[in-house]
C-alpha cells in the first residue's frame, strides 16, 4: 500500500493549487481517501474526504466552498482542488487511506495508512 501526494507548492493569497494523491497496492473504489494538513504547533485537521464508491464527500467548514475533491479510479489518483487559498491554509497536506463512518471522517485516528506529505505555503 503507497499512498503519493504532490502538486504543493507556494502561492500567493488567492491563488489556486492542485494536490494529486497517487494510490498503489490497492483499488480506491475499496476504500475511503481523506485530505488532512498539519501546520507548524497545530494538530493535524481533516480537511476534506471522497468515497468514489458512493461518491460521498465531505469538507471541513474551513475550506468549504474554496476546495474540491475529486477522485480518478481510473487513475488510482484523488485529487485536491485548491481555489482562493488564504495564508491560514500554509501547513503540511497529507492523504490517507481509511473506512471512516461519516460522522468520523475528519479524524486521523480512521486512517491506517498515510502518505508523504506535500508542502503549501500561501503568502499574503
Known amino acids: 500500500v503507497q499512498l503519493q501526494a504532490c502538486g504543493g507548492g507556494l502561492v500567493q493569497a488567492g491563488g489556486s493549487l492542485r494536490l494529486s494523491c497517487a494510490a498503489s497496492g490497492f483499488r480506491l473504489v475499496d476504500y475511503g481517501i481523506g485530505w488532512f494538513r498539519q501546520a507548524p504547533g497545530k494538530e493535524r485537521e481533516g480537511v476534506s474526504y471522497i468515497r468514489s464508491s458512493s461518491g460521498s464527500t465531505y469538507y471541513a467548514s474551513s475550506v468549504k466552498g474554496r476546495f474540491t475533491v475529486s477522485g480518478d479510479n481510473a487513475k488510482n489518483t484523488v485529487y485536491l482542488q485548491m481555489n482562493s487559498l488564504k495564508p491560514e491554509d500554509t501547513a503540511v497536506y497529507y492523504c490517507?487511506?481509511?473506512?471512516?463512518?461519516?460522522?468520523?471522517?475528519?479524524?486521523?485516528?480512521?486512517?491506517?495508512?498515510w502518505g508523504r506529505g506535500t508542502q503549501v505555503t500561501v503568502s499574503s
Open positions: 490517507a487511506r481509511g473506512r471512516p463512518v461519516a460522522s468520523a471522517w475528519s479524524s486521523s485516528k480512521m486512517y491506517a495508512s
